[in-house]
């Protein structure tokens, strides 16, 4: 895909409609983002990164695709290939990782909210739950760039998202949701924190 095609398909109006809803549901959580450090996940091309860049200390936006990284670098001037289905053990510690519509398109989500765990102090974890009874699995598009990197996304119940976080943080909280069609019940936004540094 050129360049043009891969914003585009970032850019489409349901896309834009949601990051708006995203970006004042961000900033009417408060968490205070100044002079933080701040790992962004599956950010696609950088759309949600304006919440935080201009105020946190030290921040890195991640994608798994070399093409979205690209186009991340362009814009906000640095960007690092990080696949969260086979996340790196290169990244440290941060006050916070922004994790906004990937969890649902990996392989291994459980395996990514691991590793998330041990690298912040706050998961800011927006993502879609599963519409059924079970979690499932679905093919997706490697070729699209807003989809999985593996082809394979996979949707956890509502319940069971909550129980493999309760294991892996300290504390759980389900704040206030953002004002769109699709808040709570397709997409939900969850804070999670480990109290010990």
């Not at 201009?54 to 991340?72: F, M, Q, W």
Request: hydrophobic share 35%.
């Amino acid at each position: 895909m050129t360049r043009d095609e891969i914003v585009a398909s970032f850019r489409q109006p349901h896309y834009l409609e949601i990051n708006k809803a995203r970006l004042e549901h961000l900033e009417s959580l408060d968490l205070g983002f100044s002079d933080s450090s701040v790992l962004e996940v599956g950010a696609g091309i950088g759309d949600l990164s304006e919440a935080y860049i201009h105020d946190a200390g030290l921040y890195e936006i991640t994608d798994g695709r070399r093409s979205n990284v690209e186009i991340i670098i362009d814009t906000h001037g640095g960007g690092d290939i990080l696949n969260m289905d086979n996340p790196s053990d290169e990244y440290g510690v941060y006050d916070y990782i922004i994790c906004y519509g990937l969890l649902y398109h990996l392989e291994y989500p459980i395996k990514a909210l691991r590793w998330m765990s041990k690298r912040c102090k706050t998961l800011v974890l927006e993502t879609c739950t599963s519409d059924t009874a079970n979690s499932y699995q679905r093919a997706e598009s490697i070729e699209d760039p807003s989809q999985s990197v593996n082809g394979v996304g996979t949707y956890l119940t509502k319940e069971k998202l909550m129980g493999v976080l309760e294991a892996l943080f300290d504390g759980v909280t389900i704040p206030h949701q953002p004002i769109h069609k699709d808040y709570p019940d397709k997409r939900i936004v969850i804070l999670a924190w480990n109290s010990n540094e």
